[in-house]
Nanobody, 126 residues
Framework: QLQLVESGGGLVQPGGSLRLSCKIS????????VAWFRQAPGKEREGVSC????????TYADSVKGRFTISRDNRKSTVYLQMDNLKVEDTGNYYC???????????????????WGQGTQVTVSS
């Protein structure tokens, strides 16, 4: 059974850091692109970052470049999102998702991702 479970969200002050984790099961992590999306209240879900299968590369939204780092640990079946220098506008519910087809390079196109976790809340506030 395919499953993605996020954790690591919380409340942090501006300038602080958090590390999100996405534990996967039911598929081989290395064969699929996995992405992080976020959704703020009243706004559409947007792509944040993605990691290619087979360690080919990573993709970031312009708004998080230089502040967020995506990585994977295949032995732990987990994808991470290290978030540094957090801003108030980073607040939202963060979801990890798996690309629908194997061995596809990353995109941050919502429709390409058909398997989702339940989300973890990140709140950046002073």
């Amino acid at each position: 059974q395919l499953q993605l479970v996020e954790s690591g969200g919380g409340l942090v002050q501006p300038g602080g850091s958090l590390r999100l984790s996405c534990k996967i099961s039911g598929f081989a992590l290395d064969y699929y692109a996995v992405a992080w999306f976020r959704q703020a209240p009243g706004k559409e879900r947007e792509g944040v970052s993605c990691i290619d299968p087979f360690h080919r590369g990573t993709t970031y939204a312009d708004s998080v470049k230089g502040r967020f780092t995506i990585s994977r640990d295949n032995r732990k079946s987990t994808v991470y999102l290290q978030m540094d220098n957090l801003k108030v506008e980073d607040t939202g519910n963060y979801y990890c998702a798996r690309e629908q087809s194997w061995n596809q390079s990353c995109s941050l196109i919502l429709a390409r991702f058909t398997s989702w976790g339940q989300g973890t809340q990140v709140t950046v506030s002073s």
